[in-house]
């Protein structure tokens, strides 16, 4: 680290690139007064930012190891130290004022990162918002179906919201900018020479950090912000079937399933707690505890399914359904949030309301991990969980302790913290993981497994299958190194509706990823399910496939502890940007790359492989990268591909598919 100061200009350096330069043409920090406008629908946020003056801060004091800005009333003292195989710049501002911070970019870099990016990877150009939202919206659905007829037009990167932002960017030029900060913020690569991130209050700090490779970058981010993801040895066994409707209905699907050859390592019941049918159809009764009509004789079958060598898996949101069992205990005991009038604020989702347990107050952080997580689910033999939400929080409600809107980003990281507490308490620790749809800075600390939230059931690019691939890869930029999918999507909605192509496409597709777990969609009943007869059987071969990576994907799943993605986009082992041809391939690890089909009908799959030489699963086949070659593509066989001299060939020559043509 390098900081160089004159009288009123000044540089940081580091490992020989200029971080950042403050003179009074290009102000470092700038002090801006404005106002902030926040809506809110079903959990999804729409913030108007409105900004009424800028003040450039100018340098006004410091020594060899800080700098002080300053104009008017307005002032940010910063420290600079070498820490974490980077730099941390701690801020610490006086006054109330948004804070815009410019670092020096290159015109011809990418940008990824900003926590889960749905419609791209590269975010040089665009603009990224700080702020945990829904990411699904009603519009698009509304076109895809009611208004049918006209063609479909993908909304761009500007329009999708995210459940999980996270204030971190890494440069293809091999360095990273992360930021601890809390408010909403906007973070502008639109500009060649510098990237100016502006929040709604000054960060705690900024850190810097860069390297030779993006495995180096990624280590120095998990230094600073280590990831903790893991999956019990179970876990990489096989699928995860989705399969809700009662205990009868489970086992009956479950030993159907074992029958016909699927390697069943857990069926997910996401319906434990009890069944809600709304306007858009099968939702979960949240209330945390088994309902012991739909499911009896709870801990004998569940533990009747593990003997079998399947694991139960389960459910639970931060929220109780409006006069619940539990809803009405926690209202009486004060665990709920409230408004401003001191009454229970109620959350909508989709048709029902329900109240939010408030995570600022410890008897209810108790009650969730003692009574919901561990006496109503863990103790009772449940082995894994989705730990769903944690977008919701009204900016104007009250808290038991804290800002709600200062609070709002940070209440996803809070939910898997509460979360993680509770599983690493239990004597069965080390058997049991949970997942999470949202999240936000420091979240990777906590959540054992992230998965992508609700996808439509289609192919398009904004919402379907594909967008997981940009997000996951993003995620993977800013720490969050595990990632899956729901196999098949979720959304459905009139005639959207999940296809049988589709299924066996995003199967191909999650039989190469650390976590192998189907969704019923919110309409079971009108959608393709893995179990049906005329699919049951590529599910067997391709779970088959999941499982016999199990060896890889356990040496993935290490890898991810040292803060390096499970799967990264096509130029992430030569660290060269300009490489990159497939934004919608990944590499699983850093031996094996796949390649989805993502058009609908289509047989055959063009693919650029990376530099080296590799051997083409189930057929043997060898392909040297660089060259782009079509491959067919036939339902039920993956277009995947292993390194020529990997430690893991003789291991990956050996996996096999027991099925034909689909």
């Known amino acids: 680290m390098r900081l160089i100061r004159n009288a009123d200009s000044a540089e940081l350096w580091c490992g020989g690139r200029k971080v950042m330069e403050h003179t009074p043409k290009t102000p470092f920090l700038t002090a801006a007064e404005g106002s902030y406008a926040y809506r809110s629908s079903h959990g999804n946020f729409k913030v108007k930012e409105k900004i009424a003056k800028r003040i450039p801060l100018s340098l006004v004091g410091g020594d060899e190891g800080s700098l002080v800005f300053a104009a008017g009333d307005k002032r940010v003292d ?27 970019a290159e015109p011809d870099e990418g940008i990824f990162g900003g926590g889960e990016q749905y419609r791209k990877l590269d975010m040089k150009g665009e603009k990224i918002v700080n702020f945990v939202s829904e990411h699904i919206v009603v519009p698009p659905i509304v076109q895809k179906t009611v208004l049918g007829f006209l063609p479909y037009k993908e909304k761009p990167h500007s329009y999708i919201e995210t459940y999980s932002p996270m204030s971190t960017y890494t440069s293809s030029a091999r360095y990273a900018l992360r930021f601890d900060v809390s408010s909403y913020g906007i973070a502008d690569f639109t500009r060649g020479d510098v990237s100016v991130f502006r929040f709604e209050k000054c960060p705690r700090s900024v850190f810097y950090t860069s390297g030779e490779s993006f ?65 858009v159809g099968k939702q979960v009764y949240w209330n945390w505890e088994a309902d012991e009509n739909y499911y009896p004789d709870f801990d004998k079958n569940v533990a009747a399914l593990k003997e079998k060598g399947v694991h139960f898996l389960a459910y639970i949101n931060p929220y109780l359904v409006k006069d619940g069992r539990l809803y009405n205990e926690c209202a009486k005991k004060g665990m709920l949030i409230r408004d401003r009038k001191g009454e229970i604020y109620h959350v909508k989702s989709t048709t029902f309301d329900a109240g939010m347990l408030d995570l600022t107050y410890p008897a209810a952080v108790e009650f969730i991990k003692e009574v919901l997580i561990k006496r ?24 038991h302790a ?90 459905s909605f009139a005639s959207l509706s999940r296809s049988r192509e589709l299924l066996i496409r995003w199967t191909e597709m999650d ?27 590529v599910t067997a071969s391709l779970s088959e496939v999941h499982a016999a990576l199990k060896p890889y994907l356990a040496a993935c799943m290490k890898e991810a502890e040292e803060g390096i993605p499970v799967m990264r986009p096509d130029f992430y ?49 060898e392909h040297k990268g660089g060259t782009k070659e079509r491959f067919a593509a036939p339902l039920g066989k993956p277009v995947a591909f292993y390194r020529k001299g990997s430690a893991f060939a003789p291991l990956f020559a050996g996996i096999t598919l027991r099925h034909g043509r689909a």
């Not at 195989?85 to 670092?103: H, P």
């Not at 913290?417 to 069965?428: F, G, T, W």
């Open 78 to 104: 910063v420290k600079f130290a070498a820490r974490f195989g980077g730099i941390v710049m701690d801020f610490s501002a006086s006054g109330d004022f948004i804070t815009e911070l410019a670092f020096l």
């Open 215 to 279: 495995k180096d970058v990624a280590k120095a981010l998990n230094a600073h912000t280590p990831c903790r993801a893991y999956l019990p040895d179970w876990a990489h066994d096989g699928m995860i079937v989705a399969v809700q409707g009662g205990m009868d209905r489970v086992l009956e699907k479950a030993l159907e399933m074992q029958k016909k050859g699927v390697k069943l390592a857990g069926v997910w019941s996401q319906d434990w707690s009890g069944r809600k049918v709304t306007a």
């Open 376 to 399: 109503n689910m863990l103790d009772r033999g449940v082995d894994g969980y989705m730990a769903d939400f944690g977008e919701y929080l009204p900016v104007d409600c009250v808290l």
């Open 402 to 491: 804290g800002d709600p809107a200062a609070m709002h980003n940070e209440w996803p990281t809070l939910w898997a913290k509460i979360n993680r507490e509770a599983v690493d308490s239990h004597p069965r620790a080390k058997e049991i993981f949970f997942f999470t749809r949202s999240g936000y800075n420091g979240a990777q600390t906590y959540t054992t497994m992230m998965w992508n939230g609700d996808q439509h059931v289609d192919l398009t690019k904004d919402y379907g299958m594909p967008c997981v691939m940009p997000a996951t890869f993003n995620l993977g930029f800013s720490g969050m190194a595990a990632v899956h999918s729901d196999v098949g999507g979720f959304i």
């Open 511 to 537: 039989a190469f990823s650390p976590l192998m777990r189907s969704h019923e969609t919110i309409r079971p009943d009108v959608n393709v399910q893995p179990y049906n007869d005329d699919i049951v059987d």
């Open 573 to 621: 082992e030569c660290g060269d940007y300009s490489a990159s041809r497939e934004e919608y391939a990944y590499f699983l690890g850093g031996d094996v790359f796949v390649a989805p089909v993502i058009e609908k009908g289509a047989e055959t799959r063009e693919v650029t492989l990376p530099a080296g030489d590799w051997v083409k699963f189930f057929d043997g086949t």
